[in-house]
């Protein structure tokens, strides 16, 4: 007989971070992402798996509707339609790859 014990500790890890301007939020709003991106709480999601099927919704619909979109590019040239492409097609692999991810925004 004997004593078996293990210590774990679960500690917060950053699994990807991203960036983007809020130069761009029209744009995120006409696109359909800008409320699942922008303040997922209000959609009451918390984790990755929660946020893919909006990204899977419209990502399709911001490659798309592409020539209506970049209207929406900021006249001060800080971002642009490829920027918010690239970063929400970026943000739903990187939800699939970690599903059971914590999102927390900072807006």
């Not at 492409?85 to 927390?104: G, M, Q, R, V, W």
Request: aromatic share 10%; net charge neutral; hydrophobic share 40%.
């Amino acid at each position: 007989m004997s004593l078996d014990v293990t210590l774990t500790a679960v500690r917060p890890t950053i699994v990807w971070e991203g960036n983007i301007t809020h130069n761009l939020v029209d744009m995120a709003m006409q696109a359909g992402v800008y409320t699942p991106m922008w303040h997922p709480e209000k959609l009451k999601i918390h984790t990755a798996s929660e946020l893919i099927p909006y990204l899977e919704a419209n990502l399709p619909l911001l490659i798309k509707n592409h020539k209506s979109l970049k209207k929406w590019n900021p006249p001060n040239g800080w971002g642009n339609y490829e920027n918010l492409l690239k970063f929400t097609s970026e943000y739903l692999d990187n939800c699939k790859k970690y599903p059971d991810a914590k999102i927390d925004v900072s807006v």
